[in-house]
């Protein structure tokens, strides 16, 4: 297991590399002067100098490639637009974005997990028919569009729940007021894959010889159904959870956009609208280490959970 | 080619076409999403001669008004008919789910084949690149790229193109590794078939399944991210109508005008229904364990 | 003669198909005593693994099954299912075709084993472990405590087999239903789990059904054979009776069949085949299943469905034409 680990680590920091290669890139490929684009577009010539200065935009590219990730691994990201520092205010707003996506990721695998697995079990039943049917609609509803009707529903209609804004975590019950909406808005996605995931998985396992083999041995159904079956099933859908995760990461920046908290995913849309290449630069830098590390730890997860490969 | 050669390939052919269609048919589900699809294919090349109204035309003495007999749906904020603008931006949509789709199709396939067959390095620099762009999520990098190439719906398209792309890379890849395994490649070999050959008479034909139900897959996906730039700002630029951007104006009317946020997200919902719907039964059609 | 351990009457299986019906057994009856090793012979697809499965309703549930199954008196049809799970595992076991597919890939050894013990006879978690390395070292698995810890793809395929076994036979069942245990395995190690099973009844003195397409290891270890086609019975007999008499034309053709190494002597004898092929189990012809590729047959083979009636001691055929001539 060690080597496979060791592999994963390295190919992921290779990733992480080339992927930071590909933002420094691609910012300066934006046609124009860079200074003028890091510098928003400002065309102060003092200002212009502090930053071909800073950012050594007069150097080599490599070096200047260099100079920008020694900086990075140091925590500077560079100043935004109003000359705020970039890399504290995405330390501010991650932990609220990680909320989110934790308390999305939570109602995802406690609805859709189960929900799979009665599916499976009760295949061509009314039950499967129900999760399928809901698995299908909950895929091809555009989550932005879900949140705006239970803004409409539950704030605007009902008056249960805040339209928008975020409270920190330090008033617990004001905070799940705002964040029960947008949590199960954007776990809708992600809950409508497990539960296909998780169905398909299961119908595969039951249907394996391995399972003939544990009712021949006079186990009772629950042992059958959820020892033998869910243990596989599960470890093969962990692989399939990290790529969802990329998809649980789009999906904060608009629902973040529309509930109005002011979280890293609606920082990037700031940043793309304007036209902040230094915050872009910066978000993207993070966003893409994020997701890297994540899907890491995913393959650590898995390399732990399938035999196969933790004892060889 | 010989003629021997022409029936020996013609009838099994056309014999699995027809058992194709009869498994198809005995879904409706995979048939209602068809129609569907076809449905929105309609709208959208037949816009100007369904819609009611010009969608830009602006009626300054209904605004926000409630569907009537004039306007089916309702008009915006700005007196324009809802119906008519959800019909032209059927347009948009189908044109950035499908030409997206083949954008990404047309670069990723060649890319993964050549990978997965010729393997070393090649294989080792695309798995990599792959990789790196895999490390963006699909809308992330689709919003990247869309700051980068200025806000339009060709960009949007664009955008959406190669975000998809990684994906079918490695799908591409995937498959064209497992196939050249097959017994028939060999034989080919034996029989003097070139590398071209291989990879196009004999590889890329038992991947069509796969890569149909995956364009199936992907079609909704860039349609919804199309109503995403476009509400993000970043597609369809203003007249031109998009569904996205409809529901980035029904956003400042939630309270009034829910109706205005409703209808638009119906038709994104149904078109996206219907191609997953039509995508899942492919799936099942074309899976050789699928016994009806 | 005492009651017979299993005693199956009409016993009759369905498969209620989309495609429409398939009678993959037809009115089967057999009996099996207790410490006999029986052998169930016959061609993919003849119904002998449906036949065994049934009689513990270990088929999908699109199977029907009709007829009586008596275990030690009491109808296995007719139990309910948390009767028939005590019997399962515990009074009758099953070791099955592939080994390596039959063992669940993420528990180690050790856990498989020790879930029946825990489940049917109550062990604690150490008390199962040490019956399990007994276990184990029955059949003959050397450095049991490690293996215990393994998981199934750490084992090679006739290790996988012997714990299959040793799992089956954790809690001391009456009768163990080996289905075709060597197929999956090579020549060598195929005789080693032979012997072992040979060892098995000899030492406890189980009851062993043994489904096998392959006449050789049924003349190894079996005290009786059964022989189907078309998920009904052709012939039984006592083995040596049935290698030395052989009655049904089927069974001639089965044993015409196996290949014999060139013995010295001029006779070149070339493999002979069965012409025709199996027929489809949709319909249930009143008429005799093999008639169609029969040598012998006559009208009577093909409008009447022939019985089971005794040629020799012990020895019954259901043929019209029963007889040794293989000539004919």
């Known amino acids: 297991m060690g080597g496979f680990l060791l592999r994963k680590v390295g190919a992921a920091l290779v990733v992480l590399v080339a992927a930071s290669m590909l933002v420094f890139i691609g910012v300066r490929a934006i046609p124009g002067d860079p200074a003028i684009a890091l510098g928003a577009e400002s065309r102060d010539p003092a200002l212009l100098a502090q930053i071909r200065h800073k950012y050594m935009l007069d150097r080599p590219v490599p070096v200047q490639y260099v100079h920008w990730i020694w900086l990075a691994l140091h925590g500077d990201l560079g100043s935004d637009q109003r000359e705020l520092p970039i890399a504290h205010t ?128 006079g186990l009772s159904e629950w042992q059958v159904v959820g020892r033998h079956a869910l243990r596989n099933s599960l470890i093969t859908i962990t692989t399939l959870i990290g790529l969802q995760l990329g998809a649980l990461i789009s999906g904060t920046v608009i629902t973040e956009t529309i509930f109005g908290i002011a979280g890293f995913g609606r920082l990037t849309i700031e940043a793309v609208n304007q036209r902040d290449y230094g915050l872009i630069q910066g978000v993207v830098l993070v966003a893409a280490t994020g997701y890297v590390v994540v899907n890491l730890l995913v393959d650590i997860v898995y390399s732990f959970l399938n035999p196969r490969i933790r004892v060889t | 080619m010989t003629a021997v050669d022409t029936i020996a390939v013609a009838s099994p052919r056309s014999r699995r076409r027809r058992l194709l269609r009869k498994r198809f048919l005995r879904r409706p589900m995979a048939v209602a999403g068809l129609i569907v699809v076809l ?96 490390a963006f999520p699909f809308l992330i990098l689709a919003v990247g790229f869309s700051a980068i190439l200025g806000p339009s719906l060709l ?138 | 003669m005492p009651q017979p351990l299993l005693d199956v009457a009409d016993l009759s299986v369905r498969f209620d198909t989309d495609d429409g019906m398939i009678h993959a057994v037809d009115k089967m009856s057999f009996t099996l005593g207790a410490g006999e090793v029986l052998g169930i012979v016959g061609e993919s697809g003849c119904g002998k693994s449906v036949t065994c499965m049934s009689l513990v309703k270990l088929l999908p549930e699109t199977a029907v099954i009709e007829g009586r199954a008596l275990f030690e008196g009491r109808d296995l049809l007719a139990m309910s299912s948390r009767d028939l799970r005590r019997v399962r595992g515990r009074q009758i076991s099953f070791v099955f075709q592939e080994p390596m597919t039959s063992l669940n890939p993420v528990f180690t050894v050790g856990r498989q084993i020790g879930e029946v013990l825990q489940r049917h006879l109550g062990l604690s978690r150490v008390e199962a472990r040490a019956r399990s390395i007994e276990l184990l070292d029955l059949v003959r698995i050397p450095a049991a405590d490690r293996r215990l810890d393994e998981y199934p793809h750490q084992l090679s395929g006739g290790m996988r087999q012997r714990v299959m076994i040793a799992m ?105 085949e069965i012409p025709g092929r199996v027929p489809s189990l949709r319909e249930l012809p009143q008429a005799c299943a093999f008639a169609e590729r029969c040598r012998r047959a006559t009208e009577l083979c093909r409008t009447e469905i022939p019985e089971l009636h005794e040629v020799r001691p012990a020895h019954r055929v259901a043929c019209f034409h029963p007889g040794e001539n293989a000539a004919v």
């Open chain 1, 90 to 217: 995405i330390v501010t707003r991650i932990p609220i974005t990680l909320e989110l996506a934790i308390l999305s990721v939570l109602i995802a695998v406690l609805t859709g997990i189960p929900a799979g697995v009665i599916a499976a079990v009760r295949r061509g039943k009314p039950e499967d028919y129900a999760v399928t049917t809901g698995a299908l609609v909950g895929l091809s509803v555009p989550h932005f569009w879900l949140g705006l009707l239970f803004i409409v529903w539950f704030a605007v209609d009902l008056h249960w729940l805040p339209a928008s804004g975020y409270v920190g975590l330090s008033h617990p019950l004001a905070n799940l007021e705002h964040m029960i909406m947008p949590a199960i808005v954007l776990s809708t996605g992600f809950s409508a894959v497990l539960m296909r995931q998780m169905r398909s998985s299961m119908l595969n396992s039951l249907g394996a010889d391995y399972v003939r083999t544990a009712r021949a041995k």
């Open chain 2, 39 to 134: 449905g929105f294919v309609v709208m959208a090349a037949a816009a100007p001669w369904l819609a009611p109204y010009a969608p830009s035309a602006t009626d300054f003495n209904a605004l926000l008004a409630h569907p009537s007999s004039n306007h089916l749906l309702g008009t915006d904020s700005l007196g324009r008919d809802v119906l008519s603008r959800i019909i032209w931006g059927a347009r948009a949509s189908m044109q950035a789910g499908f030409f997206s789709t083949m954008l990404a199709l047309i670069v990723a396939v060649p890319i993964g084949m050549i990978a997965g067959y010729y393997r070393g390095w090649v294989d080792t620099v695309v798995a990599r690149i792959t990789d790196v762009l895999l």
């Open chain 2, 155 to 292: 960009n949007a398209t664009l955008a959406l193109g190669i975000g998809a792309a990684p994906p079918l890379i490695r799908i591409a890849r995937g498959e064209t590794l497992a196939l050249r395994e097959e017994d028939y490649v060999p034989a080919a070999i034996a029989n003097g078939a070139g590398d071209a050959t291989i990879i196009f008479r004999h590889i890329l034909p038992n991947m069509t399944s796969t890569l149909i139900v995956q364009a199936t897959v992907t079609i909704p996906l860039a349609i919804v991210g199309e109503a995403v730039l476009s509400f993000l700002g970043l597609g369809v630029q203003p007249p031109t109508p998009s569904w996205g951007t409809m529901l980035q104006d029904a956003q400042s009317y939630l309270a009034q005008a829910p109706r205005l946020a409703i209808f638009p997200g119906i038709a994104l919902v149904l078109a996206a229904l219907a191609f997953n719907v039509l995508g899942d039964g492919l799936r099942d059609i074309l899976d050789p364990r699928t016994t009806r």
């Open chain 3, 168 to 272: 089956a036979l954790a809690c001391d069942p009456k009768v163990l239903v080996a289905d075709e245990p060597t197929t999956a395995l090579d020549v060598t190690i195929q005789a080693g789990i032979l012997d072992l099973m040979r060892d098995i009844r000899e030492r406890l003195g189980t009851a062993i059904i043994l489904i096998t397409h392959n006449l050789g290891v049924v003349a190894d270890i079996a005290d009786r054979v059964l022989v189907m086609y078309a998920g009904r019975k052709a012939e039984e007999s006592p083995v040596d009776d049935l290698f030395a008499h052989p009655q049904h034309p089927y069974t001639l053709g089965l044993l015409g069949a196996i290949p014999r190494p060139y013995e010295g002597d001029d006779t070149r004898r070339r493999l002979q």
